[in-house]
């Protein structure tokens, strides 16, 4: 089995060349999931902050 994982004494090559393809990988499938989660949270908070402006702007004319 060690030798299997050696192979042949390129296994440290081997094995970091696929750590990081799973690395980008994982990246590439989360990254929307993240990148949708902060868009809604600054939208939000964008929404919230329009909507105290306008408020304020019609308390203001009154």
């Given at each position: 089995m060690?030798e299997w994982?050696?192979?042949g004494?390129?296994g440290?090559y081997?094995?970091?060349?696929?750590?990081?393809?799973?690395?980008?990988?994982?990246i590439?499938?989360?990254?929307?999931f993240?990148?949708?989660?902060?868009?809604?949270?600054d939208?939000?908070?964008?929404?919230?902050?329009?909507?105290r402006?306008?408020?304020?702007?019609?308390e203001a004319?009154?």
């Open positions: 060690f994982l050696s192979m004494g390129h440290v081997v094995w970091t060349a696929y750590a990081i393809g799973l690395l980008v990988l994982l590439n499938a989360l990254w929307p993240f990148a949708k989660k902060r868009f809604l949270r939208y939000c908070r964008d929404a919230a902050r329009r909507q402006r306008a408020q304020s702007r019609q004319s009154l």
